[in-house]
T-cell receptor, first 110, second 113 residues
Framework: GQGVEQPAKLMSVEGTFARVNCTYS??????LSWYQQREGQAPVFLSY????GLKDSGHFSTFLSRSNGYSYLLLTELQIKDSASYLC???????????FGTGTKLQVVP | GGIITQTPKFLIGQEGQKLTLKCQQN?????MYWYRQDSGKGLRLIYYSITENDLQKGDLSEGYDASREKKSSFSLTVTSAQKNEMAVFLC????????????FGEGSKLTVL
């Protein structure tokens, strides 16, 4: 069946890094987006990837492997304020339908 | 920049009641979405619309109706609220650019007594 999966929780130490994983199985693929959602707030767009490989955007980097149905969001030099939920969303072939994963709640500890 | 406004922010209803949520956007985006967010279940798509008067069902459309009478507005109706239901409904619109970035409203929190 179709689905987008993410681990529910992740904990990392301030100043280090965190890798948020996303695996997907969909009938078509036209890119994958990452969003950050703080408690009680709306999701905010972080990044979009459609080609294989690593896309470095400074504090946030994203990796995609289309053949494996896998992506990750890498956060480096973690700060306490990076504590939030991170959602991945897979776009269908039309680009209109976006299926979200369950989200990963990242806790950054001192 | 633009903004998406959802009303009401909090909605309390009774079992069996019909409840309507409204969403307005001033981005001039064509495509709009309604998602439901339950704790631990991520965002699930209820309805989306690619233009005025267009409606497309998502994965969770049963029990809901939607309306897109104007490009700038998209309404969602819970046709019969379920007792003890509690969820956040998020409205979004999509840029027409390559990233397909979604812009979200702040959400409407539904509680059914």
């Amino acid at each position: 069946g179709q689905g987008v999966e993410q681990p529910a929780k992740l904990m990392s130490v301030e100043g280090t890094f965190a890798r948020v994983n996303c695996t997907y199985s969909t009938s078509g693929f036209n890119g994958l987006s990452w969003y950050q959602q703080r408690e009680g707030q709306a999701p905010v767009f972080l990044s979009y990837v459609v080609l294989d490989g690593l896309k470095d955007s400074g504090h946030f980097s994203t990796f995609l492997s289309r053949s494996n149905g896998y992506s990750y969001l890498l956060l480096t030099e973690l700060q306490i304020k990076d504590s939030a939920s991170y959602l991945c969303a897979v776009r269908d072939v039309s680009g209109t339908y976006q299926r979200f994963g369950t989200g990963t709640k990242l806790q950054v500890v001192p | 920049g633009g903004i998406i406004t959802q009303t009401p922010k909090f909605l309390i209803g009774q079992e069996g009641q019909k409840l309507t949520l409204k969403c307005q956007q001033n981005f001039n985006h064509d495509t709009m979405y309604w998602y439901r967010q339950d704790s631990g279940k991520g965002l699930r798509l209820i309805y989306y619309s690619i233009t005025e008067n267009d409606l497309q069902k998502g994965d969770l459309s049963e029990g809901y109706d939607a309306s897109r009478e104007k490009k700038s507005s998209f309404s969602l109706t819970v046709t019969s609220a379920q007792k003890n239901e509690m969820a956040v409904f998020l409205c979004a619109s999509r840029t027409g650019g390559g990233t397909g970035q979604l812009y979200f409203g702040e959400g409407s929190k539904l509680t059914v007594l």
